[in-house]
């Protein structure tokens, strides 16, 4: 029944989602192919900064788009997966760390500043540490701060705008590509996730002028990570000159669905939207790869996905109104169209620049213009084009969809009927846990103890919640350091790494992370101490 209705749901929403489409337009290709670069606007310019090239070969060069064509430029340094901040002046752009080697091997210290007015780099000094994939933005007082980086080391470190990088202070866990977000004129926060390419969610938040702290709903929720460019602009939907900083970022959850967060201050939430983000089309599922891009001015934010025919997608949320209203537009195939963040033109169209498929040895060169800014270029689909079977087969799905969703809803309720019956299953789901030692299975999920338990899901997560004050990622990490507590207890030869992994976590700077926060130590420094 439960399948029968997320079938239903997606049929429906292919019915009324995908008949609109977009108007698109392929500009002149890059002179050279590209990938983990940079791209910006500058002076009014659209700019093209690094990366590397076929062989994965790191590119000194940087490309202006002007006269309709695109002007080579040559830089001083590589800035292959570097990071970009366009300075307030508007003309003035940071460049700065990227990888040292080709192939995507270690990190730079390398920085130069971009004058876009007279197309010339000046090199003229060195980052605080090597970084690659880090990312900056710029302060109130004209500095920029600096957090992020390829592998570990990393640090807030500022720029004081002229010619010198200092360190500030330590974040709590290093982050590529992190999103760093104003929440004030001299205060930033930081968050993400440590890597890319794999679903590792961080609910640590670091803040330049404050303590760090933790977001349940990113344990959950991963943001979608940016190779390029600067976060706080991108995603910013408030009014700082109203003290108001608003954003809204793109984050998928362990099971592949996509939703919007919205963070005010230090607030993250759910943005509730009228449907949830289109998973499938009538071609087949929809993936997500790049974060979302907000257009304050018409208050909407854009998605763009693509499918395995080649099939390119937009989804537009207006992230104003409350629910906020989705909508799915089908560009159709395009060929060479590069998995690259999109950017924002100045008349609310996105650009895709070069980019890769699945392969960073062959980066494309290929430019593309998606005209989401022009009420004129927006295009309705006849609705005609799906046959009369197909809206007759979805009224019918939608019916058994309610009914099943009824019967569903009482079958499995995911709250205990009384206190009685909650009191006994937190009792069973601790009796499991310290007889069968569930804990030490890295890929423990709260499915798999409900399964055991013969209840809902969201039951047992109900009565963690309730009756241990904490998310059930959190009550089973608990479990899991106590038991490394153990370990280290009875050795001193045991290595950290097999202790993380003989306790039950899956990765060391979850381990770290979960160890810290319940001893308010190290590994390390526990088991010296005890």
Same mark, same amino acid.
């Given at each position: 029944?439960?399948?029968?209705?997320?079938?239903?749901?997606? @049929?429906?929403?292919?019915?009324?989602?995908?008949?609109?489409? @977009?108007?698109?337009?392929?500009?002149?290709?890059?002179?050279?192919?590209?990938?983990?670069?940079?791209?910006?606007?500058?002076?009014?310019?659209?700019?093209?900064?690094?990366?590397?090239?076929?062989?994965?070969?790191?590119? &000194?060069?940087?490309?202006?788009?002007?006269? +309709?064509?695109?002007?080579?430029?040559?830089?001083?340094?590589? =800035?292959?997966?570097?990071?970009?901040?366009?300075?307030?002046?508007?003309?003035?752009?940071?460049?700065?760390?990227?990888?040292?080697?080709? @192939? +995507?091997?270690?990190?730079?210290?390398?920085?130069?500043?971009?004058n876009s007015a007279t197309h010339t780099f000046e090199g003229f000094g060195s980052l605080q540490r090597s970084r690659a994939l880090a990312q900056g933005v710029e302060l109130a007082d004209g500095q920029v701060l600096i957090?992020?980086? =390829?592998?570990?080391?990393? !640090?807030?470190?500022?720029?004081?705008?002229?010619?010198?990088?200092?360190?500030?202070?330590?974040?709590?866990?290093?982050?590529?590509? &992190?999103?760093?977000?104003?929440?004030?004129?001299?205060?930033?926060?930081?968050?993400?996730?440590?890597?890319?390419?794999?679903?590792?969610? !961080?609910?640590?938040?670091?803040?330049?002028?404050?303590? &760090?702290?933790?977001?349940?709903?990113?344990?959950?929720?991963?943001?979608?990570?940016?190779?390029?460019?600067? =976060?706080?602009?991108?995603?910013?939907?408030?009014?700082?000159?109203?003290?108001?900083?608003?954003?809204?970022?793109?984050?998928?959850?362990?099971? +592949?669905?996509?939703?919007?967060?919205?963070?005010?201050?230090?607030?993250?939430?759910?943005?509730?939207?009228?449907?949830?983000?289109?998973?499938?089309?009538?071609?087949?599922?929809?993936?997500?790869?790049? &974060?979302?891009?907000?257009?304050?001015?018409?208050?909407?934010?854009? @998605?763009?996905?693509?499918?395995?025919?080649?099939?390119?997608?937009?989804?537009?949320?207006?992230?104003a109104k409350q629910p906020a209203p989705i909508t799915l537009y089908n560009i159709g195939q395009l060929e060479d169209f590069g998995d690259a963040t999109p950017i924002l033109t100045p008349d609310g169209d996105l650009i895709v620049a070069g980019g890769i498929i699945d392969d960073n040895f062959a980066p494309l060169a290929s430019v593309w213009l998606l005209h989401t800014g022009t009420e004129k270029a927006l295009v309705t689909a006849e609705t005609s084009r799906y046959p009369a079977w197909l809206w007759v087969l979805g009224g019918l799905l939608l019916v058994l969809a309610i009914v099943a969703a009824i019967r569903y809803d009482r079958k499995h309720r995911s709250k205990p009927e009384s206190d009685a019956a909650a009191d006994e299953l937190t009792a069973r789901i601790v009796q499991l846990m310290e007889t069968q030692r569930l804990y030490l299975n890295p890929e423990l999920k709260v499915n798999d103890v409900a399964k055991v338990l013969g209840v809902h899901r969201n039951t047992v997560s109900a009565c963690v919640n309730a009756h241990k004050g904490c998310s059930f990622n959190q009550f089973i990490n608990d479990y899991r350091v106590e038991y490394a507590k153990k370990l280290l207890r009875e050795t001193n030869e045991i290595k950290i790494s097999h202790i993380c992994h003989e306790a039950g976590f899956a990765t060391e700077s979850t381990f770290f992370r979960a160890f810290k926060a319940s001893t308010g130590m190290t590994p390390k420094e526990w088991a010296e101490k005890n």
């Open positions: 029944m439960k399948r029968l209705l997320v079938l239903s749901f997606l @049929l429906i929403s292919t019915i009324s989602l995908v008949g609109q489409t @977009l108007d698109v337009e392929r500009l002149p290709d890059l002179n050279i192919p590209r990938a983990g670069h940079n791209v910006f606007y500058a002076n009014g310019e659209l700019t093209v900064v690094g990366g590397h090239t076929s062989g994965f070969v790191m590119t &000194p060069t940087a490309e202006y788009f002007s006269n +309709g064509a695109w002007h080579l430029i040559s830089t001083v340094y590589n =800035h292959d997966d570097g990071m970009a901040v366009v300075m307030s002046d508007g003309r003035r752009v940071l460049l700065a760390g990227g990888h040292d080697k080709n @192939l +995507g091997i270690g990190q730079s210290f390398e920085a130069e500043m971009y957090a992020g980086n =390829h592998k570990d080391n990393d !640090c807030f470190e500022i720029f004081d705008g002229k010619k010198s990088f200092s360190f500030v202070k330590d974040v709590t866990i290093w982050r590529s590509a &992190p999103y760093l977000l104003p929440i004030s004129d001299n205060d930033v926060m930081a968050f993400g996730s440590v890597w890319r390419g794999r679903f590792e969610p !961080c609910d640590t938040v670091d803040r330049l002028n404050g303590e &760090p702290f933790t977001v349940p709903l990113l344990n959950d929720w991963m943001p979608f990570l940016y190779d390029q460019n600067n =976060h706080a602009n991108e995603s910013f939907i408030g009014d700082a000159a109203a003290g108001d900083y608003s954003y809204l970022i793109a984050a998928y959850n362990n099971g +592949g669905e996509v939703a919007f967060i919205h963070i005010k201050d230090t607030v993250f939430s759910l943005l509730q939207t009228t449907i949830p983000v289109p998973a499938i089309s009538e071609y087949g599922r929809i993936k997500y790869n790049r &974060p979302a891009i907000a257009d304050r001015r018409a208050k909407r934010a854009y @998605l763009v996905g693509n499918d395995s025919t080649n099939r390119v997608y937009v989804v537009a949320v207006e992230y």
